[in-house]
């Protein structure tokens, strides 16, 4: 294998990461549709932590992004 195909290959399993905060954000985001339905009083602090953690998740998916584009343009 060349070099060009194994930093692609890299790049590739790198941004696979983003599949993980995918499935992540949409677990979550399923969970607290049903707490909201079970205690609509709760809704602000629900929110509140669905975003807090959508927002970690997503964080863990532009990590994979970055490292993949340092794989393509630094190491070339």
Known sequence: MTSSTLLAIGAGIAVLSGIGAGIGIGIAT??????????PEAE???????????????????????IALMVIILLQ
Request: charged residues 20%; hydrophobic residues 50%.
């Open 30 to 39: 399923g969970k607290a549709t049903e707490a909201v339905a079970r205690q």
């Open 44 to 66: 602000g602090k629900i929110s509140k932590l669905l975003l807090l953690g959508s927002a970690l998740a997503e964080a863990t998916a532009i990590y994979g992004f970055v």
